[in-house]
């Protein structure tokens, strides 16, 4: 059920303070979406904080020629819509849920004045939000001037960073191919090629890698190319 859900169950909020998880937890409203329901459309106001309890949400944008592209990919512990410590503004992608998804929905003024006044909270949102920022810098620049080989090695070590595992649970082949900006049959292609230089294992829908730093140095021979 929907009403079992508790805002410390987030790691985003396991470390606030009592009051600050009190606060969060009279304020924040529960919601059931289904797979390609939308949290919000372009142009929407960005309003509220959206938490992902369970499931899995997409932000999708358009390219100047009117293609979809996946900006990014977030699951069980993550939120999406816009940073807290900014003032409401209008959404410049979409947000869907990529399966059936239990969203914590939090008005951005109720959690503005609880994140000012609780330290630990700020820190954990600022940190999320530049990990957040960083990666989305990255993809959007992948998809203008990196090939598709870099593109996929780059986000293999970003996962096995992030993770901090060498052993990751990939996306659907499609999902992953979307979010990279490109087909899933190059996608295929650029595994293909990456299992015979031989830093990757695919075991079912999961990826091992051998090694990150021989994945590293593939990538900078082809830039270095």
Request: aromatic share 8%.
């Amino acid at each position: 059920m929907i009403s079992e859900y508790k805002v410390q169950d987030l790691p985003l909020f396991a470390e606030a303070s009592p009051d600050s998880q009190q606060s969060i937890s009279e304020k924040i409203k529960f919601q059931a979406f289904q797979t390609d329901e939308a949290l919000y459309e372009y142009g929407d106001l960005a309003d509220a904080v959206y938490f992902i309890f369970e499931g899995a949400v997409k932000q999708q944008n358009l390219t100047p020629a009117g293609k979809q592209i996946h900006l990014s990919y977030r699951r069980v512990g993550e939120y999406v819509g816009v940073s807290p410590a900014n003032d409401p503004i209008k959404h410049v992608c979409r947000a869907i849920c990529s399966e059936p998804s239990i969203i914590g929905i939090l008005p951005l003024g109720d959690f503005q004045e609880i994140f000012l006044k609780d330290p630990v909270l700020a820190e954990n949102l600022i940190s999320k939000l530049v990990t957040f920022k960083n990666e989305q810098i990255l993809i959007r620049t992948g998809k203008q001037i990196l090939p598709s080989f870099d593109l996929v090695v780059i986000d293999l070590i970003r996962r096995a960073e992030k993770l901090k595992s060498n052993h990751i649970l990939l996306p659907y082949r499609t999902e992953w191919a979307a979010y990279l900006g490109i087909t899933p049959e190059t996608l295929s292609r650029v595994i293909t090629e990456l299992k015979k230089k031989c830093p990757v294992v695919l075991e079912g829908d999961d990826i091992l890698i051998k090694d990150v730093e021989e994945l590293k140095d593939l990538l900078s021979e082809t830039l270095d190319a």
